[in-house]
């Protein structure tokens, strides 16, 4: 491995490098409507993107019954199969991969995917080759718990401070500094700017292209 100030990069996964916030959403509100539930507002379904999904089910339906959590589980990946097809790459997510790659850095995933969900994104996308861990919220603690990271940095023998995290909300910048790694916020994904603005980052960009000139420029 290259020297570099941050030989790790850690990438979320919806909302940072896929483009399946709206996909999420959706399937979120049709569910809770399935099953009678108040439906979230757009707000109130974006900000749990990145959660794993029972924590994400029961914040966005705070009455949510423990007997209608499996139905409302299965309502939800039905919607969500139903239009994955239509998520697709940020535009330059390839290109910056292949680009940081070829700097010698290591580049994971952190996720609030299941680890099914993620191997298939990875299968359709294309992107799997560029990884060399991930981490899914069904193998351990839910972000904003550092577990994800702590898992990646055992694997890859590298320390916190050698890996920065880079994720759309609040529970992505939460995760980098409970594990004691620097953290970079997108504004292009599920939370608002003015929320990440709220937690330590290293800067907030406003798309990949931004992204990719930060990376090459400072990591």
Not at 27 to 36: E, H, K, T, V, Y
Not at 127 to 136: A, D, H, I, K, M
């Amino acid at each position: 491995m290259s020297e570099r100030r941050y030989p790790l990069i850690v990438f979320d996964w919806d909302g940072t490098l896929a483009d399946s916030t709206a996909v999420i959403r959706r399937a979120l509100q049709r569910a809770a409507d399935d099953l009678g539930y108040p439906v979230p507002t757009d707000e109130q379904a974006s900000y749990i993107i990145g959660m794993g999904l029972r924590s994400a089910l029961e914040h966005a339906v705070p009455t949510l019954r423990e007997a209608d959590l499996l139905p409302l589980t299965d309502r939800y990946r039905h919607h969500f199969l139903a239009a994955e097809n239509e998520i697709v790459l940020f535009d330059g997510v390839p290109a910056m991969l292949a680009a940081l790659q070829g700097r010698g850095h290591w580049l994971a995933v952190a996720t609030g995917k299941s680890r099914r969900g993620l191997d298939r994104a990875f299968d359709t996308l294309g992107l799997r080759e560029y990884f060399v861990t991930s981490r899914c919220a069904d193998e351990g603690f839910s972000k904003p718990h550092p577990g994800m990271l702590h898992a990646i940095f055992d694997e890859t023998g590298l320390q916190p401070s050698q890996a920065v995290m880079i994720g759309d909300t609040t529970h992505d910048l939460q995760l980098a500094e409970n594990a004691g790694s620097a953290a970079i916020g997108v504004t292009y994904g599920a939370h608002e700017p003015a929320l990440l603005k709220a937690h330590i980052s290293l800067t907030l960009v406003d798309s990949v292209s931004a992204l990719r000139h930060f990376l090459e420029t400072n990591a």
